[in-house]
Structure formats: C-alpha cells, structure tokens
C-alpha cells in the first residue's frame, strides 16, 4: 500500500468557521507534512512532523494549527482563515529521514468564502 | 542559494520523445526528483536520481544529471495524451547527513496533441 488519502476533497468554508482537513497513511512513514498550493504554483512546505513531533514549522499564520495523533495520522485544523489561503492542501509521507521519497495524498481543494 | 528554473510549457505530438529541462543552483544538493501533477490532483513521484549519478532509466523515462553544469532533464520516450501534465523538478539540499526540505520549481506543463 503506497497511498496517502486526504479527507475531504473539497471544502468550502467561511471565515468565521473551524474546520480541520485529515491525512492518513498506512506505509509506516514516519514522517509526515503538509503543503499549501496555490493555482498555477508549486508547492509550498507547512509543516513538517518527524516522529509525531513537530520538527518544522515554515512561519505559517497560527490560524492553521497542525496536529499529529499517531504514526498513520495528521490533522490540520483550521480556523478564522482569509480567502487568499484558498489552496489545494496537499499532505505527504516519508519513511522517517528518507524525505527524498514523499508520497503525496491527492490534496483537499479549499475554498475560503 | 536554493533555485530551481524550469521552462514553463512544453508541447509535443503523440509518439514523439518530450525533453523537459531543469537547472538548480545549490551544489550541495544530494537528490534531484521529478514529479507528476495532474490537473486537480495530487503530485506523483515519477523517479529521482542520486547526485553521484549521470543516468537513470526507467521504463520510458530517462533522467539525465550535468552536475558540472547543474542542468537535469527528464526524457519521455514515445510520449502519450496521459502524460499531459505538470512535471515539477525539486531538489532536497544534504545537511550533515540528513535530508532537507524539497525545493521545488515551477513546473513545466506538457501538452501532448494527437
């Protein structure tokens, strides 16, 4: 099994509202990031979780709060966000210090009303 | 610095061999890889190549690594209307023995025409 899954697909939120997007991969990675991509742009690193510890942390807004309940999971709740963070979120694996191998989910499309 | 170029657009016919062109300018980087996006999907790992290597085949791709002139290529022999998409080259710099960030470029779109 070499799939990272990303709940939901799309998400259209307010921004009053909380939300959180879901990453879950079965691999055994033991690392774990998130990605923001805008249209037409390559990715751009989050955050990045080694060994359920957060290790980095690219100055990204507080109001995106990144969480790690285990080895298989990766949250990333959402809060008071502004329109210009309407992206597609991509989440990605790796095994532990192999980040030369990132597995990439298919992304959650956020739209921010 | 860390900068990866990459030429914006690429098109080529059904059956013809596609060159895509990547230049970075960190000497130190250990791994170059080439990745895959559909539209409004994910991004794939199509292959990667060691610093220390000139050549990788695999399939029906070809990567080719100049360190001397910091230029990798990606060949895609007898190209066909799926392989239309964005193909971003990225790079990970070598600190100390451990791996650091992917850095990416722009990505290239191929267009491929029956």
């Known amino acids: 099994d070499t799939e990272v899954t990303q709940t939901p697909k799309h998400l259209v939120m307010g921004m009053t509202n909380k939300k959180s997007l879901k990453c879950e991969q079965h691999?055994?990675?033991?690392?774990m990031y998130w990605y923001k991509q805008k249209a037409k742009k390559p990715p751009e690193l989050m955050f990045v979780y080694s060994y359920e510890k957060l290790s980095i942390n690219e100055s990204v807004p507080s109001r995106f709060s990144p969480e790690c309940p285990n080895s298989s999971l990766l949250n990333l709740h959402l809060h008071a966000l502004q329109p210009e963070d309407s992206a597609l979120y991509l989440c990605?694996?790796?095994?532990?210090?192999?980040?030369?191998?990132?597995?990439f989910g298919p992304g959650t499309r956020l739209t921010v009303t | 610095g860390e900068d990866v170029e990459q030429s914006l657009f690429l098109s080529v016919r059904e059956g013809d061999s596609s060159v895509i062109n990547c230049t970075y300018t960190d000497s130190s980087s250990t791994y170059l890889y080439w990745y895959k996006q559909e539209p409004g999907a994910g991004l794939q790992l199509l292959t990667y190549i060691f610093s220390n290597m000139d050549m990788k085949q695999d399939q029906r791709l070809t990567v080719l690594l100049n360190k001397k002139d910091k230029h990798l290529s990606l060949r895609i022999a007898d190209t066909q209307t799926g392989d239309s998409a964005i193909y971003f080259c990225?790079?990970?710099?070598?600190?100390?023995?451990?791996?650091?960030?992917?850095?990416f470029g722009k990505g290239t779109k191929l267009s491929v025409k029956p």
């Open positions: 691999m055994g990675h033991r690392a």
């Open positions: 990605a694996s790796s095994q532990g210090s192999r980040a030369y191998e990132q597995y």
């Open positions: 990225a790079e990970t710099l070598d600190y100390g023995g451990s791996q650091g960030n992917l850095i």
